[in-house]
């Protein structure tokens, strides 16, 4: 099936520091959605794209649609502890995605005070 | 604007025994889907509901898995028999419009199986 890939994996960074993540596919997509899951919790909607080269910005979150349309990134600025949490990248596919999300493995991110 | 429910939250049972999750989405919306969220994984799709109609079933394990949304609203997933396999994380997400648009998810039934 589609794929997509998430990196990095995993992110060790100092409170302050700004934070960036990105989703990369060899296929086509129409919409990249943004996520932020917590323990325990489902994951929650922080950023959405819907056109080739949209740049979105939420608070200190800003999120980019690639102009190839295979690719997003996510940037956090001045990061704060309670950016700890694990991001997701979901898209979908701009042709027989049914209205259907791929998502990514996710990006733990982990911030020491 | 109340988002979509989730129960149980938790639940343990042993393998072999059934389980089943309920799922209420945003008001209004028409498009529904369950998702498998194993540990360290992203959510993978189960099936996707336009108003009671299913559209997409293609990866639901099917002899041991079933859903429903009879009246186009809410919905039930049901899991018989259980397998250790089946621990994980079972996530109902709701999108006003099929195709377009924002994926809201509710809080997760996390589901361990003994």
């Known amino acids: 099936g589609q794929q997509l890939n998430q990196s990095p994996q995993s992110m060790f960074i100092q409170e302050g520091e700004d934070v960036s993540m990105n989703c990369t596919s060899s296929s086509i997509f129409n919409t990249w959605l943004w996520y932020k899951q917590d323990p325990g919790e489902g994951p929650v909607l922080l950023i959405a794209?819907?056109?080739?080269?949209e740049l979105t910005s939420n608070g200190r979150l800003t999120a980019q649609f690639g102009i190839t349309r295979k690719d997003s990134f996510l940037n956090i600025s001045a990061s704060i502890p309670s950016d700890v949490g694990i991001y997701f990248c979901?898209?979908?596919?701009?042709?027989?995605?049914?209205?259907?999300?791929?998502f990514g493995k996710g990006t733990k991110l982990s911030v020491k005070p | 604007e109340a988002g979509v429910a989730q129960s149980p939250r938790y639940k343990i049972i042993e393998k072999r025994q059934s389980v089943a999750f309920w799922c209420n989405p945003i008001s209004g919306h028409a498009t529904l889907y369950w998702y498998q969220q194993i540990l360290g994984q992203g959510p993978k799709l189960l099936i996707q509901f336009q108003n009671n109609g299913v559209v997409d079933d293609s990866q639901l394990p099917k002899d041991r898995f079933s859903a429903e949304r009879l009246k186009g609203v809410d919905s039930t997933l049901k899991i018989q028999p259980a397998k250790l396999e089946d621990s994980a994380v079972y996530l109902c997400a709701s999108r006003l419009v099929r195709g377009a648009g924002e994926l809201f998810f509710g809080e997760g039934s996390r589901l361990t199986v003994l």
């Open positions: 794209l819907y056109k080739a080269g």
């Open positions: 979901a898209g979908q596919l701009s042709r027989g995605s049914q209205g259907n999300l791929i």
